[in-house]
């Protein structure tokens, strides 16, 4: 499973990076992402062979405000409902990201999780 607000055909710095460690991992993932609201890139096509299912949430996208990141949490686990995953990988620009993979976590202590934090968060936050 795979956490990310933003993941193309989104235009978001971020979403992009995700899809590329999609490509590059090679393996197939859910990803559990806030609803598309931008018509998009075309050239990450090649990110769709290895996505079995998306999960949308619709969320107002306030960067990391309190709410975003509660109903990001809060609609993310309704959606992944009795779902079980191996592993879970969330990464950083949006907070909101982590802490919904953290929620999962909590839910299911044998879970892998990986973290991804983002120069922007490292360095500056």
Same mark, same amino acid.
């Given at each position: 499973?795979? =956490?990310?607000?933003? =993941? ?10 995700? #899809? ?5 991992? @090679?393996?197939?993932?859910?990803? !559990?992402?806030? @609803? &598309?609201?931008?018509?998009?890139? %075309? ?10 299912? /998306? &999960? $949308?949430?619709? =969320?107002?996208?306030? /960067? ?9 949490? %809060?609609?993310?686990?309704? &959606?992944? @409902? ?6 879970? $990988?969330? /990464? ?8 919904? #993979?953290?929620?999962?976590?909590? #839910? ?5 999780? %990986? ?5 922007? =968060? !490292?360095?500056?936050?």
């Amino acid at each position: 499973m795979v =956490v990310s607000f933003k =993941v193309p055909p989104d235009e978001d710095i971020s979403g992009i990076v995700v #899809a590329k460690r999609i490509i590059v991992d @090679g393996s197939p993932v859910d990803v !559990l992402h806030n @609803g &598309l609201d931008s018509d998009g890139l %075309t050239d990450f096509d090649a990110v769709e062979e290895f996505i079995n299912e /998306r &999960l $949308y949430t619709s =969320v107002d996208a306030k /960067r990391d405000s309190v709410d975003c990141i509660f109903d990001f949490m %809060t609609q993310g686990m309704d &959606l992944i @409902g009795e779902k079980e995953y191996d592993e879970i $990988y969330s /990464r950083s620009w949006y907070m909101s990201n982590h802490y919904l #993979a953290l929620e999962y976590k909590l #839910a299911h202590p044998n879970v892998k999780w %990986t973290a991804e934090f983002s120069d922007p =968060v !490292l360095l500056n936050m």
